[in-house]
């Protein structure tokens, strides 16, 4: 908000410096002259600061309205990105954010739960699997995850060694 006594302030220096201005006219006296002129400069720039920062005030209020904005856009923005995806169980209390089927062409995919709950999309990788298990990682925060059941590896077999 700006702040309206600098306006009011910068307003009523400027009436002043009216009157002083009017009260020169016919004035004889040069010490005299010379303290209304003194008064008159000091009077305008009084005004000059008041307007000078209430101007400042709503440069910053038009900052903080464009940033503001961009907020807005980026909430609206992450909004539609979440519309497209849904938290799945990919198996064994494993989970990833999975791009919903039959709202777009783009090729199936998971994004990383880790990034998504700071606002941020990124496409998980395939590095390995092992069993019914797939590894991922992901490329922004550099995560690794393990989704899908768990099958527990058949036991090794132990050799035995030779008696000797
Ligand atoms: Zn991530």
Redesign the pocket.
Do not use: E, G, I, M
């Given at each position: 908000m700006v702040d309206l006594s600098l306006l009011a302030g910068a307003a009523s220096s400027l009436r002043i410096a009216s009157d002083v201005a009017s009260s020169l006219v016919g004035l004889r006296d040069h010490q005299l002259l010379q303290t209304k002129v003194i008064e008159l400069q000091r009077l305008i720039l009084d005004a000059q600061s008041s307007a000078t920062s209430a101007q400042m005030q709503q440069m910053e209020l038009v900052q903080q309205i464009r940033d503001l904005q961009k907020e807005i856009e980026a909430f609206n923005n992450w909004q539609a990105v979440t519309q497209r995806y849904e938290l799945v169980d990919m198996g064994g209390d494993t989970f990833s954010y999975r791009l919903k089927g039959n709202l777009t062409d783009e090729p199936a995919h998971l994004?990383?739960?880790?990034?998504?709950e700071?606002r941020?999309k990124?496409v998980?990788q395939r590095t390995s699997s092992h069993g019914t298990q797939k590894q991922y990682q992901?490329?922004?925060?550099?995560?690794t995850y393990w989704l899908g059941q768990h099958t527990p590896s058949p036991p090794r077999q132990v050799r035995r060694s030779s008696e000797w």
């Open positions: 994004l990383c739960t880790n990034c998504f700071d941020r990124s998980l992901c490329p922004a925060c550099k995560s």
